[in-house]
């Protein structure tokens, strides 16, 4: 149950945002997170295509390839939820699915996906990212330690 809560959270807290950015007038961005000391930067992005936007001209594609990898982790997510242990697999997955699903949505439901962040770090100031993004970066990060220590403990 734990783990159905933490995919919700990630899903609605990203979807929440992505919501208040695009009710948001185009005027107001990008500009400085409020005490971030200019470390993060909030834009209001519409990505048509994959990250960075990559084949941008293929819409059909760019809907269905998410749509069927979000299925596959999704069908990992319910092969793993009755299993006893596996906590580190868990909780990759579970954020890798909330991420996936939020930027699913935005796919299918507005025909883009909204990025509304980046980090003035040098080689990340023009990428820009939204929660999601990093829900299913930390999740993928996740499940490499989780494997890594199985693997360790299986030698």
């Given at each position: 149950?734990?783990?159905?809560?933490?995919?919700?959270?990630?899903?609605?807290?990203?979807?929440g945002?992505k919501s208040a950015?695009?009710?948001?007038e185009?005027?107001e961005?990008?500009?400085?997170?409020d005490?971030s000391r200019g470390?993060?930067?909030?834009?209001?992005?519409?990505?048509?295509?994959?990250?960075?936007g990559v084949?941008?001209?293929?819409?059909?594609?760019?809907?269905?390839?998410?749509l069927?990898v979000?299925?596959a982790?999704?069908?990992?997510f319910?092969?793993?939820f009755?299993?006893k242990?596996?906590?580190?697999?868990?909780?990759?997955i579970?954020?890798?699915?909330?991420g996936?699903?939020?930027n699913?949505?935005d796919r299918?439901?507005?025909?883009?996906?909204?990025?509304?962040f980046?980090?003035?770090?040098?080689?990340?100031?023009k990428v820009?990212?939204n929660?999601?993004d990093?829900?299913?970066?930390l999740?993928?990060g996740?499940?490499l330690?989780?494997?890594l220590?199985?693997?360790?403990?299986?030698?």
């Amino acid at each position: 149950m734990l783990m159905i809560l933490l995919v919700m959270t990630v899903l609605l807290v990203d979807l929440g945002i992505k919501s208040a950015v695009e009710e948001a007038e185009p005027q107001e961005f990008p500009r400085k997170l409020d005490k971030s000391r200019g470390f993060i930067i909030l834009h209001r992005n519409h990505n048509n295509g994959f990250p960075m936007g990559v084949l941008r001209d293929k819409p059909e594609l760019v809907r269905m390839v998410p749509l069927m990898v979000v299925s596959a982790v999704a069908g990992v997510f319910l092969w793993l939820f009755p299993r006893k242990g596996q906590g580190g697999h868990k909780v990759g997955i579970s954020l890798i699915l909330g991420g996936g699903l939020s930027n699913l949505y935005d796919r299918l439901k507005r025909g883009y996906v909204v990025d509304y962040f980046s980090v003035n770090v040098k080689g990340l100031k023009k990428v820009v990212f939204n929660l999601g993004d990093i829900f299913i970066f930390l999740g993928t990060g996740i499940l490499l330690v989780a494997e890594l220590i199985e693997a360790k403990r299986e030698h």
